[in-house]
């Protein structure tokens, strides 16, 4: 049996009489052939003795994905919930593999397995499957694997339209719903599109892939950090990105228009770990963007991107963290205090660009005195951060930089909503710090941003701007109202840095002090 190639298409001409109209409708117009279904009645991975069947399942949208398809039901999976398939997904997959540039569907039904089901190639002609449900849920109660592992050098690969549910005990393993493995070669130009990843403590851990596209997904956790792994101290998250160099990194991988709720009951009151899931990206990727998503119920990190490291790739494309919706708000029982950070981003020349942040404990952080040198060249441009802890949720800093060499912080607006308790006794719109005497901070540009302080705390103070252990900054044009201090500078000794200088390039309303003085 042979099908011209779904990944070229198949070409007709419209009928007309004009001789250019013709060639171009022979340019314009592809027909989109369906994939020729390989039937495996007896299990065996062989091709359909008719060669006009395509018998596509309706609503399966296999339509166009590769040039074959065989389903799970063809060797021998039932779908009940009780029946253990994992043999029959496995031989589908082999199949797949086997066959190359084809598509394995799971139709509606829930599949119980019992080990990692796995898809890899370790040939230096990257093969190409896919993965697709239609009202597919993949059950599982395993730890310490992947419900799917994919490896070696498969390319083009999609997977699309499942559920993976984890139905653990209380453990401190790791549950993981998809784990990609490349090697140095790097897994090339996946999709995880419309699943749905329920109670695992990684969702999508990444390593060795270059093109990964992760968009429309739901990540929930419905009992916070028990529905992962409650006691275990790597982080619960809902992707992970791994820099094993030279033995694969993640490399130009996107996230987008995923929805991720760390404690979907929306209370921990019961919990054993009383904590939300930590967060939903976390970990080290060469230009990685992550926009447009949406969290919610977290206990830590939002969104975290540490510093890549090394990766043997010359002048990197930087990492992005624009237009996300994060609501960090506590919920009943957290002994953390509700999330962390909203967005934390230490990778050198990063971009946090249009966030809007709630309720974090520290809206914004970037954090380079743990690191050997400063991290260099962050902007962070356009967020809005709403600061409104309550009497159990302290609130800490609008953005906080400390360890930074050269950032713009510009045309943000944090506000302070809430009288509640400041975090360490004092909080800040923007705090701008270093790690005396080893590593001051250098060279910040802060301009155009907007803070307000709607109302004092219980306890402690809310300033503007506070520096400390930084030198060479420009800090011009930012409107500072109702707040304990327009500036605090702190622990400059002798000579400090003129206070007149910065309330007169500044815009101070209503601030019960204009700037303060602490050495």
Not at 13 to 27: D, K
Request: charged share 10%.
């Amino acid at each position: 049996m042979y099908l011209k190639s779904l990944m070229s298409g198949r070409r007709w001409i419209c009928a007309s009489s004009h001789p250019t109209r013709a060639l171009l409708a022979l340019a314009a117009i592809t027909l989109v052939v369906a994939p020729a279904h390989i039937k495996a009645a007896t299990g065996a991975c062989a091709a359909d003795t008719n060669p006009n069947d395509t018998s596509v399942p309706a609503g399966s949208q296999l339509t166009g994905l590769s040039q074959y398809f065989v389903t799970a039901r063809d060797f021998g999976a039932v779908g009940d919930g009780v029946h253990d398939d994992t043999v029959a997904i496995q031989e589908a997959l082999n199949c797949a593999l086997q066959l190359g540039n084809t598509t394995v569907y799971l139709d509606s039904g829930t599949y119980l397995t019992t080990a990692s089901l796995q898809a890899g190639s370790w040939t230096s002609s990257p093969a190409t499957i896919n993965i697709v449900g239609n009202g597919a849920t993949l059950l599982t109660a395993i730890q310490g694997q992947a419900s799917l592992l994919i490896q070696g050098y498969l390319s083009n690969g999609l997977i699309q339209g499942i559920t993976f549910r984890n139905t653990h005990p209380l453990t401190t393993l790791d549950t993981r719903g998809i784990e990609f493995a490349g090697g140095a070669q790097n897994l090339l130009n996946w999709t995880i599109r419309h699943c749905t990843f329920e109670d695992v403590s990684r969702g999508i851990l990444v390593s060795g892939v270059t093109g990964l596209l992760i968009t429309n997904n739901n990540f929930v956790l419905d009992n916070g950090r028990d529905s992962g792994s409650s006691n275990m101290n790597d982080p619960n998250v809902g992707v992970w990105l791994f820099n094993n160099y030279p033995n694969g990194i993640a490399v130009n991988v996107e996230i987008t228009g995923n929805v991720y709720d760390g404690c979907g009951s929306g209370k921990l009151t019961g919990s054993v770990s009383k904590r939300c899931g930590d967060g939903f990206v976390f970990g080290k990727g060469v230009h990685a963007l992550v926009h447009g998503n949406v969290l919610r119920h977290f206990s830590f990190e939002g969104i975290y991107l540490d510093r890549v490291g090394n990766t043997g790739i010359t002048s990197p494309l930087p990492s992005s963290i624009h237009d996300n919706d994060i609501d960090a708000t506590m919920v009943p029982g957290d002994i953390s205090g509700g999330g962390q950070w909203g967005i934390r981003s230490d990778d050198d020349y990063s971009s946090v660009i249009n966030n809007t942040i709630l309720s974090a404990v520290n809206g914004i952080m970037v954090y380079g005195v743990a690191l050997p040198t400063n991290i260099t060249g962050s902007v962070i441009l356009g967020n809005q951060v709403f600061m409104s802890g309550n009497a159990k949720e302290r609130v800490g800093n609008g953005i906080l930089m400390a360890g930074v060499s050269s950032p713009s912080v510009s045309s943000n607006t944090v506000v302070f909503a809430a009288s509640t308790v400041a975090l360490g006794s004092e909080a800040a719109g923007i705090y701008l710090t270093g790690d005396n005497p080893a590593q001051f901070s250098t060279a910040a540009s802060i301009t155009n941003n907007k803070i307000v302080c709607y109302a004092h705390p219980v306890a402690g103070q809310f300033t503007g701007v506070f520096l400390q252990w930084s030198s060479a900054w420009t800090i011009t044009s930012n409107n500072i109202s109702g707040c304990s201090a327009g500036f605090h500078l702190m622990n400059f000794g002798n000579p400090t840095p003129s206070t007149t200088t910065l309330t007169g390039a500044n815009s101070l309303v209503g601030n019960s002090h204009p700037s303060q003085v602490t050495n």
